[in-house]
């Protein structure tokens, strides 16, 4: 869908390289810029390391690339950048503010020379442009923590880096709007997202909880603040989780389990009637649930038509996924995967060379 489209990626970590990672699915063809002197920090961020010494958490987003070892304390790695850029269709750069101008390669700076550029850049906050942004901190300061974990427990962080995830998934999203923008006028632009604005905007209904009901939200385990069923439960064997979000699903999760008397009670037909029998409710599937293994319930209630699963350990969720420990999980979007993760600088003779034309090998 992207064939034909250069993307020169002068970003390192993980928003960033996972929004080019994304363009690369589609087609694009993506150049990933990195200092020689040990490359984009995350190839050591490990163990584990596969058997080429290539950390795990590196090769999770830099498929479908090719891999520039370039210094930008080099003249002529400086004009090298410059001319890639002058034929590339998007840029996309996480650099502190400043870092990329003092050397001639900032967005002005490289807009001028190629007029049809899309530049994406990414920051860690929009309201303290020059502090450093890490996935940890946005967590702790857009609110996220504040409503993750146990309610008698401590605020807790996600366990995925989920704020550089989503960051990264708005930055694609932002560059693939401004080139249907430069389709019409010819121009490229100027895009910029930042962990904060998409964690922040990732709140969503909590958020309007918090502006409708003017209270802060609290933490609510695996429950929701807003339906009931819908958490965490122990069958016999293994956890499993119920998600009631309509009445009539309501009314089959009851008469599955065979819970007649709730099944019957008028006051509970409702979403609100359930959210003020919260604890009866609750207690009454608790007790049912371990009378049976999980796959028994599962089966039961995906029958009836009531959202249910069990909790599924990393390894069985990857089980029948087509992952691969080179080239990471399958593409989340309609892509393909055709190169490896690169080694540091493993291109860096063909495109000093070829320039973009490098990509045809």
């Given at each position: 869908?992207?064939?034909?489209?250069?993307?020169?990626?002068?970003?390192?970590?993980?928003?960033?390289?996972?929004?080019?990672?994304?363009?690369?699915?589609?087609?694009?063809?993506?150049?990933?810029?990195?200092?020689?002197?040990?490359?984009?920090?995350?190839?050591?961020?490990?163990?584990?390391?596969?058997?080429?010494?290539?950390?795990?958490?590196?090769?999770?987003?830099n498929r479908n690339k090719l891999s520039l070892a370039a210094d930008f304390a080099d003249r002529s790695d400086v004009e090298l950048i410059r001319r890639l850029a002058e034929e590339a269709d998007v840029v996309v750069e996480n650099f502190r503010i400043g870092t990329l101008s003092r050397r001639g390669l900032g967005a002005t700076d490289l807009m001028a020379r190629n007029p049809r550029l899309v530049?994406?850049?990414?920051?860690?906050?929009?309201?303290?442009?020059?502090?450093?942004?890490?996935?940890?901190?946005?967590?702790?300061?857009?609110?996220?923590?504040?409503?993750?974990?146990?309610?008698?427990?401590?605020?807790?962080?996600?366990?995925?880096?989920?704020?550089?995830?989503?960051?990264?998934?708005?930055?694609?999203?932002?560059?693939?709007?401004?080139?249907?923008?430069?389709?019409?006028?010819?121009?490229?632009?100027?895009?910029?997202?930042?962990?904060?604005?998409?964690?922040?905007?990732?709140?969503?209904?909590?958020?309007?909880?918090?502006?409708?009901?003017?209270?802060?939200?609290?933490?609510?385990?695996?429950?929701?603040?807003?339906?009931?069923?819908?958490?965490?439960?122990?069958?016999?064997?293994?956890?499993?989780?119920?998600?009631?979000?309509?009445?009539?699903?309501?009314?089959?999760?009851?008469?599955?389990?065979?819970?007649?008397?709730?099944?019957?009670?008028?006051?509970?037909?409702?979403?609100?009637?359930?959210?003020?029998?919260?604890?009866?409710?609750?207690?009454?599937?608790?007790?049912?649930?371990?009378?049976?293994?999980?796959?028994?319930?599962?089966?039961?209630?995906?029958?009836?038509?009531?959202?249910?699963?069990?909790?599924?350990?990393?390894?069985?969720?990857?089980?029948?996924?087509?992952?691969?420990?080179?080239?990471?999980?399958?593409?989340?979007?309609?892509?393909?995967?055709?190169?490896?993760?690169?080694?540091?600088?493993?291109?860096?003779?063909?495109?000093?060379?070829?320039?973009?034309?490098?990509?045809?090998?």
């Amino acid at each position: 869908m992207l064939s034909g489209m250069k993307i020169l990626d002068l970003s390192r970590v993980l928003a960033g390289p996972l929004c080019t990672m994304i363009l690369g699915d589609l087609g694009a063809s993506v150049l990933k810029v990195e200092r020689p002197d040990g490359g984009d920090e995350t190839r050591g961020w490990g163990p584990p390391f596969d058997d080429r010494g290539e950390s795990a958490y590196y090769l999770s987003v830099n498929r479908n690339k090719l891999s520039l070892a370039a210094d930008f304390a080099d003249r002529s790695d400086v004009e090298l950048i410059r001319r890639l850029a002058e034929e590339a269709d998007v840029v996309v750069e996480n650099f502190r503010i400043g870092t990329l101008s003092r050397r001639g390669l900032g967005a002005t700076d490289l807009m001028a020379r190629n007029p049809r550029l899309v530049w994406c850049t990414i920051s860690g906050f929009d309201t303290a442009p020059t502090r450093p942004g890490y996935d940890f901190v946005v967590q702790a300061e857009s609110g996220w923590m504040s409503i993750t974990g146990e309610p008698d427990g401590a605020p807790m962080k996600h366990g995925v880096a989920l704020v550089d995830v989503i960051t990264g998934k708005d930055a694609a999203i932002s560059i693939l709007a401004a080139l249907v923008a430069r389709g019409m006028t010819g121009l490229g632009r100027l895009v910029q997202v930042s962990l904060e604005s998409s964690a922040r905007a990732a709140l969503v209904n909590v958020a309007q909880n918090t502006l409708v009901s003017g209270a802060p939200p609290k933490r609510w385990g695996n429950a929701h603040a807003n339906l009931v069923p819908y958490q965490l439960f122990d069958a016999s064997d293994r956890p499993m989780v119920i998600s009631v979000g309509t009445d009539g699903q309501w009314l089959a999760c009851a008469r599955t389990l065979g819970l007649d008397a709730l099944a019957s009670d008028d006051a509970l037909r409702t979403n609100a009637g359930r959210i003020a029998a919260r604890d009866r409710i609750v207690t009454a599937i608790t007790r049912r649930l371990k009378e049976r293994p999980a796959a028994e319930w599962v089966e039961m209630l995906d029958a009836a038509g009531v959202p249910c699963g069990v909790v599924r350990t990393v390894p069985e969720a990857l089980a029948q996924s087509g992952a691969s420990a080179l080239s990471g999980l399958p593409p989340s979007v309609e892509g393909s995967t055709r190169r490896a993760p690169p080694r540091l600088g493993e291109h860096s003779q063909a495109v000093r060379e070829r320039g973009w034309d490098a990509f045809r090998d």
